[in-house]
Nanobody
């Protein structure tokens, strides 16, 4: 059973920085795609950013220029650096991964990000 553990959330003020981390119990070098999603209360879960095995990156329009996704296959880690945080970024953020050749996708338990003054 693959496990993803995400961490790094917290309470910050608008304009501040947070870095989320996700560690996988399996090699991330053989993932087809990894990504970060978020879900705010009363809203659907939405894609924030994703990175493929080939290094192709997609960002949601609402985080372009502020967030940066990266992956360290040597450590089986994925990161989300979040700059210039806004109150509307408040949500629970989830790590997501899919491994090559497997139909199932896996989720972390989520880490809460709250941006408030």
């Amino acid at each position: 059973q693959v496990q993803l553990m995400d961490s790094g959330g917290g309470l910050v003020q608008p304009g501040e920085f947070l870095r989320l981390s996700c560690i996988a119990s399996r090699s991330t070098s053989i993932t087809s795609v990894m990504g970060w999603y978020r879900q705010a209360p009363g809203k659907q879960r939405e894609l924030v950013a994703s990175i493929t095995s080939g290094g192709d990156i997609i960002y949601a329009d609402f985080v372009k220029g502020r967030f940066r996704i990266s992956k360290d296959n040597a450590l089986n880690m994925m990161y989300l650096e979040m700059n210039s945080l806004k109150p509307e970024d408040t949500a629970r953020y989830y790590c997501h991964a899919k491994w090559i050749g497997e139909p199932l996708a896996y989720w972390g338990q989520g880490t809460q990000v709250t941006v408030s003054s």
